[in-house]
């Protein structure tokens, strides 16, 4: 039996020694002999028969409202906030991640879909949840870091959540129209110095690969200029139209869309290859430094969950992380497990994150949204 329980035992059983067996028999006050009496009746007819310890327990919870079980976590539950809409990638790597806590926590973990500006609303639900371990989100780089120089926030993902776990990483590549005359990065980054008008899309104003081109512009002293779209689908149908010049895409999204060589991918924007595309230059190899863009997704909680929780979910997704179910998902979907699980190695790439990107989204003039 929990220590706590046998503390309240002893003192429910004194109380109750001092209330009904320790009465002075000479008491006469109108009190004393109705307590006498109830003594008396006790004795008598249930004395004999009880349990201690269950009627103690039994006065305590019924005082005091609390289960048994009340140390244990998790022992309902948990709700992991995908803050993106269902069915894309991202989605599938929540409810894979959902699946694999479950059986580690054995308590259910249920995926709530809650998309919209930048994934600022699923963040900002989480922020705002009780702290009890019993709310999480899998959020992005785009939707913790970037949405910070670019919406009006409610919230301080510094502030007011906690890293648990980096979860997974995507790559991205550049991709241009076929019709376009550039064959490598090189060509690009000229080409874009001389010919200031070539336009790249992405999925949204503040986006990651937003900032990826705004990084490109920024390291080579090119002049692509923006054309946001409401999604990566979109820009990448609109790339193979030839309505625009440039794309940066994630490999994932990116890989149905080059059947039929009506875009031409150049580099991928990362110091390795990638497993999808393992032909395809990086950015470094074709002689173009600084221009690199990991997409990652990590869990994160609301700032005050107790430390002992914290440390239950990272064990859990960490071992989760190990399951080939999870890295056949992960394979499968075109992400590549974090290098470096646990809430301190989390902090340390969302703190390098705020430090590098804030700065440059300022510079960019972006005007904070609503």
């Known amino acids: ?28 006050n109108p009190r004393g002999r109705v307590l006498l009496e109830l003594k008396s009746n006790w004795e008598e007819e249930n004395m004999r028969k009880l349990n201690w310890n269950t009627l103690c327990v039994a006065g305590l919870l019924a005082f005091a409202g609390w289960p048994a079980h009340a140390e244990t976590y998790p022992d309902r539950t ?12 991202s989605d599938v790597l929540a409810r894979t991640l959902a699946d694999g806590l479950s059986k580690e926590l054995k308590q259910s973990v249920i995926v709530e879909n809650h998309a919209g500006a930048g994934g600022t609303i699923g963040i900002g639900l989480t922020a705002a949840a009780t702290p009890d371990g019993y709310t999480i ?19 301080s993902a510094r502030k007011d959540l906690r890293p648990v776990s980096m979860v997974g990483t995507a790559q991205s590549a550049v991709v241009v129209k076929s019709s376009l005359e550039v064959n490598s990065l090189q060509d690009l980054v000229k080409r874009s110095k001389e010919e200031p008008k070539l336009t790249y899309g992405s999925p949204g104003v503040g986006s990651v690969l937003h900032l990826a081109g705004a990084m490109f512009n920024k390291q080579t002293g090119g002049q692509l200029v923006h054309i946001p779209y409401k999604g990566l689908a979109p820009a990448l149908t609109d790339l193979q139209a030839g309505n625009i010049d ?14 039929g060589n009506r875009i031409k991918p150049l580099a991928v924007i990362d110091d390795r290859r990638s497993k999808q595309l393992p032909d395809l230059p990086t950015a470094s190899e074709e002689g173009v430094k600084g221009v690199s863009m ?22 859990a997704i960490a071992n989760v992380l190990k ?37 440059l989204i ?3 003039g972006l005007k904070p949204q609503n």
Do not use: H
């Open 1 to 28: 039996m929990p220590q706590f329980l046998l503390r309240w035992i002893g003192s429910f059983r004194t109380l109750f020694r001092n209330v009904f067996c320790d009465l002075p028999a000479e008491d006469q």
């Open 78 to 89: 948990i709700t992991l906030i995908a803050p993106f809409a269902p069915g894309g990638a």
């Open 137 to 155: 989100v899998l959020g992005g780089n785009g939707s913790l870091v970037f949405s910070e120089g670019v919406y009006k926030l409610a919230y």
């Open 246 to 259: 440039v794309v940066f895409a994630n490999i994932t999204s990116l890989i149905p869309f080059l059947e």
């Open 294 to 315: 990991i997409t990652w997704y990590g869990i994160m909680a609301p700032a005050q969950v107790p430390d002992d929780r914290i440390k239950i979910l990272e064990d």
């Open 323 to 359: 399951t080939e179910a999870f890295n056949k998902t992960l394979e499968t979907q075109g992400f590549d497990r974090a290098p470096e699980v646990g809430s301190a190695n989390f902090a340390k790439v969302l703190n390098a994150d705020f430090d590098e990107w804030l700065p």
């Open 362 to 364: 300022a510079s960019l």
